[in-house]
Structure formats: structure tokens, C-alpha cells
């Protein structure tokens, strides 16, 4: 209704002016971000949808339509959202190819090499408590550092990571600062284009984040999430059945797969028992047999499981990856391979082995009676087994499920990491592959990740296809089990805490009488001591003394309450990564309402309905006068054409799936500019200070299209101008300008110019020098091209339209 009433009566489209309604459109209905908090209270902006944004531009272009004033307004809001945009580096820029992925999740980019990081760091980010915390840790402990520690912190890095992952609006985030803190061996950045081990990459990381954390209240964070603990027992043969023990954190379980098949056999190959002859048991006090094992003792929440795919050929001393088949279950259960579950199967095997072995030869003489009650006893029995099995821990704490999967594809040599994950909140699969991801179906769990052999057709030209077995070279590497009810982390810090306020509870306080008794007697004995008592005493008075001074450790956080942590409350404290974040949003939100068609098309509309009449004076304004308001009176359609241009090849120019209005951008450009002499000298004075950019759009892009058109609009301003500039191209003038010292040399500079050069090798050095350089914009326009053929001999298969315009120019 209201284009209808717009395009009918100018009255009211000059009142949209004057009541702020194209302000309104401009800035609320299409342009804002919707990131900010007045943005997201509104629920800006109003137009979200193509449809919408559509008639929204057409209402813009319909109330300027006769009326100067208002495309004053629009011209002036267009300016200011274009000077917030970069340009970008790269051509066929596409942002609406770079939003975050409809599963709702946001990828790491791969610099090169990088992709083992990628797989397991996105592992890490989705488990909600992990994730939480490690952001809340960045509040407490890097809001202290300075910014040249953050560069250097890993924990800061993947706070900074972690938060991007969780509230950016792009596809991925480049984790290029996190390789920098990143350091290896010899203390110096990760080399991005060198393949690591996944596994290796796990201990380092987390080693360092938790020396990171230590003595804050985060101290626990990885040893709560994924911090098992495996015990190596030596069981003596020789009588006595003592067993020693030694406990050992290992927060990846490592399982050999070689001649397994599945996960039962590869757990049951790890906790196999190794005998040793000759060892000296302190008990037996002799040399014994001894058994020795490893098994879990303490089962984190989350565990992770290494498959030993790559090995050592001793023959040719090289790592060689093993493609076989390995099978593992949704769902398992741990409690056989722990400290408790093998002492169960030893205590049942020694039950079993105690029994009359003459059971079978009876069961051949029951009757169907007797067979009947002894299958009910039985059951009664595999009841109570699981009583027995259950019985330091509840059946909860080893039943885990299957949440995440880092898969290999490639040789040792060379391959590729990508991880499956679930989602703990959703439970659903998706497939993360460093930028994309996209969603993944269990159903094709066997194809993509046991391994095994493939059948593939094979043939030549004299025989017919058959059937050959190939390797599938894509397979789990790494496999990652939640705990299906996760348990709260105990600390040995606390259980020490409870007893000792246990202990001062219970004790009861002596009488008065009786402590004054015995304090008489404490003196008698001080008194009694002698000087080596003393001495010890003050020992441990000292050491006493210095325990005190050590600061008292904050309590530790339970991991577990984090899970449903609001993650944008957590970075807005944190306000330097919170305004990063904020900022790259509305960045990029910018960059999707400017670089498409539907942008460029209002655009083209409204320069078609601009205010250009025709301007054939030949004195151009300066650059100081084209931004008042009078030259804007004299000569309306300047303002109109530089804004034209500047969309066209800032912009326009480097989007991608151009073809068809770029091409009418640049023909009515043309038609703009045969009518206008001050911008035809306007624009051929900007190129002429603009080496770069010609340089990019007429000898160093790939884009045959922009350099088309670029060299098609030179050369018809250069038309244009032709006659009117005729006696002026020999017209030369003095300026003072910053010439490298380099090129002074080279022109025959004295000798102190040379000396002060030698003395700052390594850098680039100016001097401000006087030089004669074309007066007219004709000129200063081909001498810029003259000198770019000193790099024009890289880029000799583009020289079609570089030459061209030196060929159309001559025949002028």
C-alpha cells in the first residue's frame, strides 16, 4: 500500500524525508546488525528475509524518485556503512557461503596441516561442563595478564577459541593465534604445515593446560573430566599371593588392536597378565615368579581410548598404519577390566576350579525335574553375581556410551583427521571435518569407521571385471565414552578436610582440672628434653612455620554444575575477547547484507533514479571541494558517480556470481560518465594515486570479467576526455613526494645518501625528494601505467587488457 501511494504522489515521498521514514528503513528495517543489545530488543533488523528486504529497497528507491533531498539522506547513510566495510583480499567472495552450519555449530580453519588439532579441540568443545569451565577459568586467571602474556597463554587461546565457537555467526574460526602459543620442543610455533599425532597433540595439550591451572580453583578441571587412573600390580607366584601396586594417572587409555577384533579383546589384551621369573619378593624372601598386569582402577566421566594403528617395521625402521578390521560397541561395560572386576573373576575362577569337576557326568543321569529347579537356581545364581559385581561401586559408574570418534584416513606417512561427535544435549551425530560440518548417521558407523577390506571392480582390456579386496583406509583412531550418569568428582583435599572436622567433632574436651594436670606434665618433660629434641622441634617448627606462609588454595569447582552454564554470561565478562566476538559479528553481518545481488541490484536502482543532469564544464574541483555542499548544488551527479564507482569496484567487483549486473554496473557507468567531464577527471586523478588497486584490476586478478570492465571504463574516460585535455598532456608540475632509497641510488644519488642507506640495511628507508610528474589526469593515468611494466613481465598471460588500453589510447 505504501508503494502505491509513493509512486503516485511526490508530496508524500518528500514527507518520508522530513518524518525520518527513509532514515527509519535505512538503518532499523535494513542495515542494522542485530547484535548489539538495543538491536536484539528491538529485533533488528525488521527485514530479515529476501522477500521483505526487497520491497524494504524498493520503498528507499521510490521515496527518491524527484526528490533530491531525500537521496541527500540515503547518499549520506550509504556513505557511513561503507566506510565500516573493508574491502576484502580475495575475489569471489561470497559471506553467505561462510555462515555458521545449519547443525549450529561453527569449524576451525585448516592452515595447511593442522587438521589433527581440529578434530580433537572440537572433541574437547563439546563436552558442555569441559567447555564452561575452561571459559570461566579464563575470567579468574587471564584477566590478570597482560596482552603479551594472552598471546603466549594456551589457556587463554582456547578460552578466546572456545567462545568463538559458541556465539560466532561465521563458518570457522582461525585458530592462527592458538598455533602461534602453540609451542613445540624447541620453543618456538607449531609448523602448521607439518602433520602430528592426534594422540601425542592430546598429552601436550593437556599437560600444559593444567600446569596452567594450577593452584586456582580450575586445578582439578582435566583430572575431573578425563583423568583416569591405572594400576600395575606384581602378583608373587611363590606362596604368598602378595600383590604390590603402584597407581599412575593416564588420561588416554592406549589399546593394542593388532590380531583383535573388537574392544572386548583389545581391553582383555590390556589388562593380561605378564609372568616374570627371578623377581625378589619381600615377603617369600626369595626370588619368585611374579605376574605382572595393569588394570583401571579410577574411571574418569569421559575416557579416551588410543587404537595402536601406527607401529614400527623394525625391518624398515619406519611407521606403518594398520587398516584392519576393528569393531567397537555403542554402549560397554568396564567394570571386568578394573582393579575390583579382576579380583571378582579370579575369586570365581578359584570357586569354580574349588568344585566337584564330576557335575557334568551327574547332569547326564537328572530328570527333566531336577533340570528344571537347577536352571531356576541358576538364575538366582547370575543374580547374585551381579550383586557380587556391583559391590564397591554402583552398576552406574562403569556402564559408558559412545560420544565421539576421531577418525584417520591416509597412510602413516600422509592423511587426514576429522571427528564424529554427539551432541550430550541433543544426542544427535555430526560430522566435524575441520570448516564443514554437516550431520552423520550411525547407521553407516561400520563403513566409516572399523576399517577392514572393500570390495572394488577391477578390469583390463583382455579380461573381464573381478572382484579386489582393498584396504579401507578411513578408520577410528581415537574413540571417546561418556559415563551414561556422570558422577561428582571427589577430591583427596577434601576427604582429608571432612575427616579432620570429623575427628575435631568427636573429640571431646578434657576437664579443667585434668588439662592443667597435664599441662604441668607437658612442662616437667620440656623441662626433661634434651638438646637434640630441641633441635628437631625447631625443625619442624620451621617447616610448620613455611606451610603457613603457603597461600590457602581456593576450593575447587565442581566440573559437573557447569553443564548448562550460560556461555555468552561467562565471555561478557571477559570484555576484550566479548567485544572481539561482538565486533566479528557485525562485521560479517555487514558483509552479508552488502555483498550480494540483492545489495548491488538497489544499488543500480537508485543510481538510476539519482539526480545526474548533465555537467560539461572542464574546470574538475579539487579534492577539498568536492566535499562541500556547493559543489554538490553545481554538479549533483559527482557525489552519485564516485559512490557508484566506489560500490562497483570495491565491492561488486570482488563478489562472487557477478556476471550479469556487473556488466550493466559498468555500461551505465559509461553512460554516466560521457556526461560528466569533472568525473571523468576525478576518477582518472584518484587511479593515478592508487597503484595498487590498478595494478590488482588490470594485470594481477584472475577475473577476466573486472579486468574487462575495468579497462573498458578507462579507456572511455580517457575517450572522453581526449579533446578537451589535448593541449595539457605535455603540461608537467613540481611536487614533493617519499621516494625508497633504493630507487635514489639507482638515479645517481650522492654519496652521503648511500652511506645513511648501508647504515639501515634490512629496512626500508625514504627521503622526501622533488620530482616533476604530469600535470593533467590523462597523463598522471598512463604515466602510473608506464611504470607498471616494470612488473608486467610476471603477468605476461594477462596482457590483453593491460595493452589494450595503451593500443586504444594511441589511436586516440
Not at 521514514?21 to 528491538?42: H, M, P, R, S
Not at 578441571?221 to 599412575?248: A, P, S, Y
Not at 593394542?256 to 581391553?267: A, F, H, Q
Amino acid at each position: 500500500l505504501l508503494s502505491v501511494l509513493l509512486a503516485g504522489h511526490k508530496p508524500y515521498r518528500e514527507e518520508c524525508g522530513k518524518l525520518g521514514i527513509v532514515e527509519e528503513l535505512l538503518n532499523n528495517f535494513l542495515f542494522a546488525t542485530g547484535k548489539t543489545d538495543e538491536d536484539k530488543k528491538q529485533n533488528l533488523p525488521k527485514c530479515k528475509a529476501h522477500n521483505s528486504r526487497e520491497l524494504a529497497y524498493r520503498l528507499v528507491v521510490q521515496c527518491i524518485l524527484e526528490v533530491p533531498e531525500n537521496y541527500t539522506i540515503v547518499s549520506e547513510l550509504l556513505r557511513e556503512l561503507h566506510k565500516k566495510v573493508r574491502t576484502p583480499t580475495q575475489w569471489e567472495y561470497c559471506p553467505e557461503k561462510s555462515v555458521k552450519s545449519e547443525r549450529g555449530f561453527v569449524g576451525l580453519k585448516n592452515l595447511g596441516s593442522t587438521c589433527y588439532m581440529n578434530s580433537l579441540l572440537q572433541q574437547f568443545y563439546m563436552m558442555p561442563h569441559f567447555r564452561h569451565a575452561l571459559i570461566s577459568s579464563g575470567v579468574d586467571l587471564t584477566s590478570k595478564m597482560s596482552d603479551e602474556e594472552n598471546k603466549e597463554s594456551l589457556l587463554y587461546q582456547l578460552m578466546r577459541m572456545f567462545s568463538f565457537l559458541s556465539l560466532s555467526e561465521q563458518q570457522a574460526f582461525d585458530t592462527i593465534n592458538f598455533c602461534r602459543a602453540y609451542k613445540d620442543e624447541t620453543g618456538r610455533p607449531v609448523d602448521v604445515r607439518i602433520q602430528q599425532d592426534a594422540q601425542e597433540f592430546f598429552t601436550i595439550l593437556a599437560d600444559r593446560v593444567e600446569t596452567e591451572l594450577k593452584e586456582s580453583k580450575y586445578r582439578h578441571l582435566l583430572n575431573d573430566t578425563f583423568g583416569g587412573h591405572v594400576v600395575h600390580q606384581m602378583i608373587c607366584q611363590g606362596g604368598c599371593d602378595k600383590t604390590r601396586e603402584r597407581k599412575q594417572p593416564m588420561p588416554m587409555i592406549s589399546l593394542p588392536i593388532k590380531n583383535r577384533e573388537n574392544m572386548k579383546e583389545s581391553l582383555e589384551a590390556f589388562v593380561q597378565s605378564e609372568q616374570l621369573d627371578g623377581v625378589s619378593c619381600d615377603h617369600c624372601q626369595k626370588k619368585c615368579t611374579t605376574l605382572k598386569r595393569q588394570v583401571l582402577h579410577t574411571l574418569p566421566n569421559t575416557i579416551f581410548f588410543h587404537l595402536k594403528r601406527f607401529e614400527l617395521n623394525f625391518e624398515t625402521f619406519r611407521h606403518e598404519k594398520s587398516n584392519q578390521r576393528f569393531e567397537f560397541p555403542l554402549e560397554i561395560d568396564l567394570e571386568p577390566y578394573t582393579k575390583e572386576g579382576m579380583q571378582r573373576i579370579e575369586a570365581q575362577k578359584k570357586k569354580g576350579d574349588g568344585d566337584g569337576g564330576d557335575d557334568n557326568k551327574d547332569n547326564k543321569d537328572e530328570k527333566p525335574e531336577q533340570k528344571k529347579n537347577d536352571d531356576e537356581s541358576k538364575g538366582d545364581n547370575k543374580e547374585e553375581d551381579d550383586d557380587e559385581k556391583y559391590t564397591v561401586h554402583p552398576k552406574e559408574y562403569y556402564q559408558y556410551q559412545l560420544c565421539g570418534i576421531v577418525i584417520h584416513t591416509g597412510s602413516a606417512e600422509a592423511g587426514h583427521y576429522y571427528s564424529y561427535i554427539k551432541d550430550r544435549k541433543t544426542g544427535e551425530w555430526n560430522e566435524f571435518n575441520d570448516s564443514l560440518i554437516k550431520g552423520f548417521d550411525l547407521k553407516y558407523l561400520d563403513n566409516d569407521c572399523f576399517g577392514g577390506k572393500k570390495k572394488v571392480k577391477s578390469s583390463t582390456n583382455w579380461v573381464g571385471n573381478w572382484d579386489e579386496d582393498q584396504d579401507k583406509i578411513k578408520n577410528a583412531y581415537i574413540l571417546v565414552y561418556d559415563r551414561v550418569e556422570y558422577t561428582d568428582p571427589e577430591h583427596e583435599e577434601d576427604k582429608k578436610k571432612e575427616e579432620e572436622k570429623k575427628a575435631a567433632e568427636k573429640s571431646p574436651m578434657p576437664p579443667k582440672n585434668e588439662a592443667e594436670s597435664k599441662q604441668e606434665q607437658d612442662n616437667k618433660e620440656q623441662e626433661k628434653g634434651d638438646a637434640d629434641k630441641a633441635a628437631t622441634k625447631k625443625e619442624d617448627d620451621n617447616e610448620a612455620e613455611e606451610e603457613e606462609k603457603k597461600p590457602e588454595l581456593p576450593p575447587a569447582i565442581n566440573v559437573n554444575k557447569l553443564f548448562d552454564a550460560n556461555v555468552q554470561g561467562l565471555v561478557e565478562k571477559i570484555p576484550k575477547v566479548w567485544d572481539d566476538i561482538l565486533d566479528t559479528n557485525m562485521k560479517f553481518m555487514r558483509d552479508r547484507q552488502l555483498f550480494n545481488l540483492q545489495y548491488f541490484q538497489f544499488i543500480y536502482n537508485l543510481i538510476c533514479v539519482a539526480p545526474t543532469p548533465d555537467y560539461d564544464h572542464v574546470d574538475e574541483p579539487t579534492e577539498d571541494e568536492t566535499k562541500e555542499d556547493d559543489t554538490k548544488s553545481k554538479n549533483p551527479g559527482l557525489p552519485v558517480i564516485q559512490m557508484a564507482t566506489l560500490v562497483c569496484f570495491r565491492f561488486l567487483a570482488r563478489t562472487a556470481d557477478k556476471r550479469l549486473i556487473f556488466n550493466r554496473f559498468v555500461t551505465y557507468l559509461k553512460f554516466l560518465y560521457t556526461t560528466n567531464v569533472p568525473a571523468c577527471k576525478w576518477l582518472l586523478k584518484y587511479l593515478s594515486t592508487q597503484r595498487q588497486l590498478v595494478e590488482q584490476y588490470i594485470l594481477t586478478t584472475r577475473d577476466q570479467l573486472v579486468m574487462h570492465g575495468f579497462s573498458d571504463l578507462a579507456i572511455h574516460v580517457l575517450d572522453k576526455l581526449k579533446v578537451i585535455e589535448a593541449d595539457e598532456l605535455l603540461d608537467t608540475e613540481q611536487v614533493i613526494a617519499k621516494i625508497p632509497m633504493n630507487k635514489v641510488q639507482q638515479m645517481g644519488a650522492n654519496g652521503p645518501l648511500q652511506q645513511n642507506n648501508n647504515n639501515n640495511q634490512g629496512k626500508q628507508s625514504f627521503i622526501e625528494q622533488q620530482i616533476t610528474v604530469p600535470k593533467c589526469p590523462s597523463s598522471k593515468f598512463m604515466d602510473l601505467l608506464i611504470q607498471l611494466l616494470e612488473i608486467a613481465p610476471k603477468y605476461w598471460f594477462r596482457f590483453q587488457f593491460y595493452f589494450k588500453v595503451f593500443f586504444e589510447y594511441s589511436k586516440m
